[in-house]
């Protein structure tokens, strides 16, 4: 079974400045797709960023990017210029490739951001 | 576009006591996820639906749980009877579940409940 691991419960960053949430997996499968989302306090899970295994060229979304390495198994996200909404709980989550799979959850990372 | 929606945020009940969630997914969804979430970890998948059929329901304790997805669109679980452990945050997410891409799956605002 693959299981999601990030190692940092609770992070904090000052505003404007950048931060990497670790995130690493453990998985048999070479074609899988890596998430990473968001939850504030309102619980409302909410898509940060998302990678296909297959693509070498790491995500980008605005603020937002991966660093993608597959064979050490290891998906993190840099967020560039923090800002006080980005404030939230960060989950890593792994889906195999192989139909419509659940979603396979880290233990999430809190983050706090200083002004 | 309206997001998944899922109803009661909030429920408060006493142990043996019946209750139940509801959640309509994203127009157009084939796939709708019910996943429980206890304080401090992630998500875990409960059950799994591709229209009417629930195909992953095998981390559903089926001696409490129960789940239906009438016409393959809305969908219903229901605790029976509810004990304290199973205070939690109950989300629901949706998908297109074309069996292809990434899938995106897009979650509701969850209900939280706790069992007194």
């Known amino acids: 079974a693959q299981t999601v691991t990030q190692s940092q419960p609770e992070m904090s960053v000052q505003e404007a400045e950048t931060v990497t949430l670790s995130c690493t997996y453990d998985t048999s499968e070479s074609d899988y797709y890596l998430f990473w989302y968001k939850q504030p306090p309102s619980r409302q899970m909410i898509l940060v960023i998302r990678q296909e295994a297959y693509k070498q060229q790491n995500a980008t979304e605005n603020r937002f990017s991966v660093n993608f390495q597959k064979a050490a198994k290891s998906f993190s996200l840099k967020i560039s210029d923090s800002q006080l909404g980005d404030a939230a709980m960060y989950f890593c989550?792994?889906?195999?490739?192989?139909?419509?799979?659940?979603?396979?959850f880290g233990q999430g990372t809190r983050l706090t951001i200083n002004p | 576009e309206a997001g998944v929606v899922q109803s009661p945020r909030y429920k408060i009940i006493e142990k043996k006591q019946p209750v139940a969630f509801w959640c309509n997914p994203i127009?157009?969804?084939?796939?709708l996820y019910w996943y429980l979430q206890n304080l401090g970890q992630g998500p875990e998948l409960l059950i799994r639906?591709?229209?009417?059929?629930?195909?992953?329901d095998s981390q559903l304790p089926k001696d409490r749980f129960s789940a239906e997805r009438l016409k393959g669109v809305d969908s219903t679980l229901k605790i029976q009877p509810a004990e304290l452990g199973d205070s939690a945050v109950y989300l629901c997410?949706?998908?297109?579940?074309?069996?292809?891409?990434?899938?995106?799956?897009?979650f509701g605002p969850g209900t939280r409940l706790t069992v007194l």
């Open positions: 127009s157009g969804h084939n796939t």
């Open positions: 989550a792994y889906r195999s490739a192989q139909g419509a799979q659940k979603l396979v």
């Open positions: 997410a949706s998908s297109l579940g074309t069996g292809r891409g990434p899938d995106t799956q897009y």
């Open positions: 639906y591709e229209n009417e059929e629930a195909v992953d």
